[in-house]
């Protein structure tokens, strides 16, 4: 573990990382995950697309403009969501059409990149970054990819005279799916995903954007108020994960112990096996079902953000608000 200790993402995006002055840590983000250096040129609306309170506790997000006028939305998502592939639709929606003002032709939208930060589990793939892009292939020959002609491709190409495409004209998404990243950190996304699940930043990193991090996103270098707010919370998402762990340690034991009973009661070592085996998953399902309710209540009680209940519990801010 290196000596300095830096700010975690999730709460730099909140309160460091929307000014502009230190966007050259997004800037370094968005540049590894697209390949090809980025310069925001202007932090837009932050919020312009959560029109509900509990979008406004569950997730963060940044819009950007690049010096190509390209759009670029940075969302941190901080707990589970119920319909999250359709949110990240209805944001990349909202950017698409909000670049229009009435009258204007359709030239003027540009290409809108959406990178969402998970700090839940997402999916079942064994992989910790996905990247997703509309193409159009052919129906009777799936091999067949529309391209544009040289006319259509001139009509449309943007003002960096770089070739386009029909996929390059629709929106991408990146989902970093940060509890998966379990490797030893070798590239410039490998050590991205070291500093956003550990918070962890070599001190010779020449990846784009952590050396930024390193200077804006340095404990020491706070000021005495925002370390006060820091250390507060930190302490709450400590004391939340400490009432989850407890929660899953005691639904697991709760389960051995049913499966144990009921492999005895077989009186065959086959049964025990299964019973063991039947009854941690049973008792994990059910401690977790009975527990996360009651601690989601603690948690509420002493006032632990709403977003923090969601993350650790695994119920909804909706949910959580109803007990």
Known sequence: M??????????????ILRDKANSGVLEGLMTVLLGQPVKIVEILESESNQDSREDKYNRVDVKAKMSDGEIVIVE???????????????????????????????????????????YFDLGSGDDYVY??????????????????????????KDDTKRPVSPDEVYP??????????????????????????DGIIKPD?????????????????????????????????????????????EGRAEGRAEGLAKGLAKGRAEGRAEGRAEGEARGIAKGREEERREN????????MPAE????YTGLTVEDIEKL
């Open 2 to 15: 290196w000596d300095n200790e830096y700010i975690p993402f999730d709460w730099a995006i909140r309160r």
């Open 76 to 118: 941190v998502q901080l707990g589970r969501e119920r319909h999250f592939m359709q949110r990240i639709l209805f944001g990349v929606s909202k950017a698409v059409t909000e670049q229009l003002q009435v009258k204007q032709d359709y030239e003027n939208i540009r290409k809108v990149y959406s990178i969402s930060v998970l």
């Open 131 to 156: 990247h997703g892009k509309t193409t159009f292939k052919g129906m009777n020959n799936p091999d067949s990819v529309l391209q544009f002609t040289p006319r259509e491709e001139a009509i449309v």
């Open 172 to 197: 991408e998404y990146f989902l970093l799916r940060v509890n998966q990243f379990n490797a030893v950190a070798k590239t410039p996304i490998e050590e991205w995903f070291e500093y956003l699940k």
């Open 205 to 249: 990193t020449t990846t784009p954007g952590l050396q930024e991090a390193r200077e804006k996103l340095d404990y020491m270098k706070m000021t005495p108020q925002e370390r006060h707010a820091y250390e507060d919370y930190m302490v709450s998402v400590h004391a939340a994960k400490d009432v989850y762990d407890t929660a899953v340690a």
């Open 296 to 303: 989601a209540r603690r948690m509420k009680k002493d006032n």
């Open 308 to 311: 923090l209940i969601a993350k």
